[in-house]
């Protein structure tokens, strides 16, 4: 008869132990809120094709203020176009070339935000491609003018990868990837995402976010008590902000989170599924897909699972598409499935979801309208989806 209560007394000496355990393997640094939110849709929204002739070579969309913006890529000249929002042509902008007015590279639309001055202007930041910084351009004046007016240029504010090579001894460094979110219309206080990178094989680092004052970095974010290997992988995701506020949404594309950097309260936390893998539980591993090609050679391809997709927002609350659910995971077309569509207020409470019955890749959102807007990446075929009757109370 002793030896239960030895057994249970030794079991009472370990319960400090493995608290203390368990305490230790907390390694994500946000606060996190705990929400259920996956599979919750039992209403679905129909696509309709916008039937206005967009640009070739079509390859992003976003609705700033009372204006649509298409973006194009390729050979096409223009490389913006601007619409009302009930389709009528306003004006074509930003051509290439060497002029202020001009981009060297691609324009791209930077991480969908733009400016609406108290006057009524609207200003918006377009990247000059990859690696040749970033403009504001003011939108009004341009179509009041049919020309593209540049009001501030920041050359330094670099874009995606950088890859040197050392031809010596072939050793290759990567540069920051840099999600950069403009803090104010200045363009001189930045939200940026990077990763600190090292030397060819071991070119993984620690992921983090951070603050900079010009090029000075004033505030460092970090993400994780310590790295293991490969996981700012994880961290990958797009980024939006609040349209007036310093308030900054990545929901993750690899892990059912939510990152939020509320920059005017400096709080950082995170909403997650529960349940689902975490950082500080067990990561989701890569999934091996196989083919073959159009000439017969056998490849494969480790990807994670794609969880959310492109966000877009409106002044209370933001959506953002969702694919690991069931609705998305059933898609009869893998590579291009169907999504569910989640809405979350700013301060991170779950809404509502429903189902998106096309296929689209990028989103904006016309909040006088209640229309939502998604691209079709492979057809370049623009939809448009009345959330009128589905929007959150």
Request: proline letters at 4%; hydrophobic letters at 35%; a negative charge.
């Amino acid at each position: 008869m002793k030896r239960p209560i030895l057994l249970f007394a030794a079991v009472l000496l370990m319960v400090p132990f493995l608290a203390g355990s368990c305490k230790s393997k907390k390694r994500f640094l946000f606060d996190v809120v705990e929400q259920d939110y996956v599979n919750k849709s039992s209403q679905t929204v129909h696509g309709v094709e916008v039937k206005e002739q967009l640009p070739l070579g079509a390859s992003d969309i976003f609705v700033c203020d009372t204006f649509i913006v298409v973006m194009t890529s390729g050979g096409q000249q223009p490389r913006m176009h601007v619409y009302s929002t009930n389709w009528q042509p306003l004006g074509e902008f930003c051509n290439i070339g060497r002029a202020r007015n001009e981009f060297l590279s691609y324009p791209k639309l930077l991480s969908g935000q733009y400016y609406r001055k108290s006057d009524g202007t609207v200003l918006i930041p377009l990247m000059d491609g990859a690696s040749n910084g970033v403009k504001m351009m003011d939108l009004t004046e341009s179509v009041k003018r049919q020309t593209t007016v540049i009001t501030r240029y920041r050359e330094d504010l670099k874009g995606i990868w950088t890859v040197i090579a050392n031809r010596d001894n072939m050793k290759i460094k990567f540069g920051s990837r840099r999600d950069v979110i403009l803090l104010n219309e200045d363009m001189n206080l930045t939200f940026e995402y990077n990763n600190s990178v090292n030397d060819y094989p071991d070119y993984y680092g620690e992921p983090y976010f951070g603050v900079r004052q010009d090029t000075t970095e004033i505030k460092r974010i970090r993400l994780l008590q310590e790295v293991e290997g490969e996981e700012m992988e994880y961290f990958g995701g797009r980024i939006i902000k609040h349209p007036h506020r310093n308030l900054i949404v990545r929901p993750l594309s690899s892990l059912d989170y939510i990152l939020f950097f509320d920059m005017d309260n400096d709080h950082m936390f995170a909403v997650h599924q529960k349940g689902s893998a975490s950082f500080d539980g067990k990561l989701p591993e890569y999934v091996r897909t196989e083919g073959v090609t159009e000439d017969g050679t056998p490849y494969y391809e480790d990807n994670l699972v794609e969880h959310f997709g492109y966000p877009a927002f409106a002044e209370s609350y933001f959506m953002v598409l969702y694919y690991a659910g069931d609705y998305g995971v059933g898609s009869a077309d893998p590579e291009n499935p169907v999504a569910e569509l989640m809405f979350f207020d700013w301060d991170g409470k779950f809404l509502k979801s429903v189902k998106l019955d096309t296929s689209v890749w990028s989103i904006t959102y016309d909040e006088n309208n209640h229309i939502l807007y998604g691209m079709d990446m492979f057809t370049e075929s623009l939809y448009s989806f009345d959330l009128t009757s589905v929007l959150p109370d």
